[in-house]
């Protein structure tokens, strides 16, 4: 499973109500369409931090970095020391 799936299975079973059908891409805007709020957010940190083992910073959150499940990967795949390609 890619990190993309995984952040978006754990959204999905964690911060979306029961019951709703949102559908997510890895684009969606995550915190202007109301799928995470903060609670959401300090929720989705501890899960990253303890499924990816990485350390998230205060620098790290700002909401560019939280803006779609593509941007969270990215992150995430920063973190463990891989570098995208541009």
Do not use: C, R, W
Not at 11 to 17: D, G, M, N, T, V
Not at 56 to 81: M, Q, V, Y
């Amino acid at each position: 499973m890619s990190v993309n799936e995984m952040i978006k299975q754990f959204i999905s079973s964690e911060l979306i109500p029961e019951g709703s059908e949102v559908p997510l891409t890895d684009t969606d805007h995550l915190i202007d369409s109301g799928i995470i709020d903060s609670f959401g957010i300090m929720s989705l940190l501890g899960f990253l931090e303890e499924k990816f083992s990485v350390q998230i910073s205060g620098d790290d959150l700002i909401p560019e970095n939280f803006e779609s499940i593509a941007t969270i990967s990215a992150l995430i795949l920063e973190k463990n020391g891989y570098q995208l390609e541009v």
